[in-house]
């Protein structure tokens, strides 16, 4: 299947990838809106790599895992694989109790930050527009969109 | 090939759905002395506090049992296993046949005896969809409810019926509440946040006779009583192993394969002891995703495909009140050489504990910042020497870039999720 994978000597840590991001999950879809009125958490999780010379950085969204252990942690059904692989979770069965969080060994699953409804966020691959927002909008070509085969 | 699978819980239906993975042919038939097709059992709280319906407590879609041509039995108790003839006798009257066996029959409920407890018709414990919807039905504005245990079970039907009914208090013997997860200091800031709430705890205490409309307790104090809730705590039900006269501890034994001592018998779930790699010692871990994998385990050394369970540790993610609660390993250890990290901020009621012992992680409680926990539990799994990453974990946030580069590429790219 394919995933997106982070090319570290690309990236700037600009945070363009968590803006679109968040906004292919917003409703309204527009950049400006999704930032002023609604309340998302991306899918990804930017690191800063230390190293003496110079800062460097990788966005870092779910490795939809062959056997995925947030899957066997969910106690509510909501989180599964898909035929195509993808690792989804089902929002109105979440009940945001954080099982997935404790077992994800990647720590690529987010607790959201709306209060109101309390569940994870975690990278869906944009299914629905079958290209990855935080792929096609990075500046510097740090996030890719490949195969698993390609990779190994 | 007939396989049987006695309970229809996390453990049952993992196990039938790897079996249908590997057999495509096979007979596979589940039984369930309950009458619901497989639920949430932790989302029990959350249907009794109204938070899910019967239908989003529902562990799998409606379609799952069709789709893998699993056939349920529900209302159905395996009374007993004749192991020589391969036969389980059901409460429905019927025998079932079996070539690999499947017994995943979870916890019951430890209620101690307390005097006079007949007294009281509304007595309850917690642990079945049954147990909510009995309590649902009972519950009114003007109800008095006492819960017996302040751990996991009891805490969560304590949020459930916050708001909903005149009282609650919370008796528990120890000194603190969640006391197999919590340090006493966490325990008592956690208290204090949920007496804010109307709870009343009693600690150091417990109830020592019950009567018709209240409870008598042990320093003698009287407290009104209309609906009493047992969440002392649970034990493995091992009753349906042993008529088959399989080996049983505190739960029953199996080996890494899930096999019991009784040939063609497996057991997986909170009714067995499996390896604690941190004590490593045989322990009735009694945790969803244990179960998960145990039940998935044995499914496929059922259905002739060879794994091994590679044993697990405690661990627990919890919410209350609004507090998120993430622990794994050991949080209150014995052994003095245990180094113990600990940074809090009391006003944001954040918590952060970390054990370490012979340059390895082995435990941590995380209470309300639950951000990349697994992180940590990957580093207790893993068995990970802490002097091999980039940086000291009790100075700074984990994050992968605590690993070396290698290691850290290996996990991203190559998909090890180990």
């Known amino acids: 299947m394919k995933k997106v994978y982070a090319f570290e000597k690309n990236c700037l840590g600009c945070g363009l990838c968590e803006v679109y991001c968040k906004t292919a999950h917003s409703k309204s879809k527009d950049i400006i809106k999704t930032y002023r009125k609604e309340n998302i958490t991306s899918a990804i999780v930017i690191e800063e790599i230390l190293s003496p010379k110079a800062k460097t950085y990788f966005a870092l969204q779910c490795r939809h895992c062959a056997d995925p252990k947030c899957v066997k942690a969910c106690i509510s059904g909501a989180m599964y694989k898909d035929q195509n692989g993808i690792v989804k979770n089902i929002k109105e069965k979440c009940v945001g109790c954080l099982s997935c969080v404790l077992v994800c060994p990647f720590g690529a699953v987010k607790r959201n930050k709306d209060k109101e409804r309390k569940i994870i966020s975690k990278c869906d691959l944009c299914i629905e527009t079958g290209t990855p927002a935080c792929v096609e909008n990075c500046p510097n070509n740090a996030l890719k969109l490949m195969d698993e085969e390609e990779v190994k | ?418």
């Open chain 2, 1 to 418: 090939m007939e396989y049987l699978i006695i309970g229809n819980s996390v453990a049952g239906t993992s196990c039938a759905q790897k079996i249908r993975f590997n057999d495509k042919k096979g007979q596979i038939t589940i039984l369930s002395e309950e009458s619901f097709p497989a639920y949430g059992r932790p989302l029990i709280s959350y249907y009794l506090a109204g938070k899910v319906d019967s239908n989003l407590i529902q562990y799998r879609n409606d379609d799952f049992y069709r789709e893998n041509k699993i056939n349920v039995v529900l209302n159905c108790k395996a009374l007993n296993i004749d192991s020589k003839n391969k036969k389980v006798k059901g409460s429905n009257g019927k025998e079932y046949s079996y070539d690999k066996l499947l017994i995943a029959t979870g916890s019951v409920p430890f209620v101690p005896p307390v005097k006079g407890i007949e007294n009281q018709k509304n007595t309850f414990t917690f642990l079945k969809l049954e147990d909510a919807k009995k309590i649902e039905k009972i519950i009114t504005d003007k109800s008095n409810v006492i819960i017996v245990g302040a751990g996991l079970i009891g805490l969560k039907a304590a949020e459930a019926l916050a708001g909903k009914v005149a009282s609650i208090s919370v008796v528990d013997l120890a000194d603190r509440l969640m006391a197999s997860v919590l340090d006493s200091q966490t325990a008592l800031r956690i208290q204090k946040y949920i007496e804010k709430r109307d709870v009343k705890f009693y600690l150091s205490n417990t109830v020592a006779e019950v009567g018709k409309d209240s409870v008598v307790l042990k320093n003698g104090e009287k407290l009104p009583c209309d609906i009493l809730i047992m969440a002392v705590g649970v034990k493995p039900n091992t009753e349906a192993a042993l008529t088959a006269g399989i080996k049983v501890n505190r739960g029953i034994v199996v080996n890494e394969y899930m096999e019991t001592s009784v040939k063609n018998i497996y057991a997986a779930g909170d009714c067995v002891e499996s390896l604690d790699i941190l004590s490593n010692q045989n322990k009735v871990l009694a945790l969803w995703p244990n179960a998960y994998m145990q039940g998935e385990t044995a499914g496929s050394n059922m259905s002739g495909v060879e794994n091994k369970f590679a044993g697990s540790f405690a661990m627990n993610a919890i919410g209350f009140f609004g507090i998120q609660l993430i622990s794994a390993g050991i949080v209150d250890p014995k052994d003095e050489k245990v180094s113990i990290y600990i940074e809090e901020n009391e006003k944001e009621i954040t918590y952060k504990k970390l054990l370490t012992l012979n340059n390895k992680l082995i435990g941590f409680a995380l209470l309300n910042l639950p951000d990349r926990a697994g992180i940590y539990t990957s580093l207790i799994n893993d068995d990970v020497k802490l002097d091999s990453l980039n940086y000291d974990i009790t100075k700074k946030d984990i994050g992968l870039n605590v690993f070396p580069q290698d290691i850290r590429h290996n996990k991203l790219f190559r998909g090890n999720n180990k």
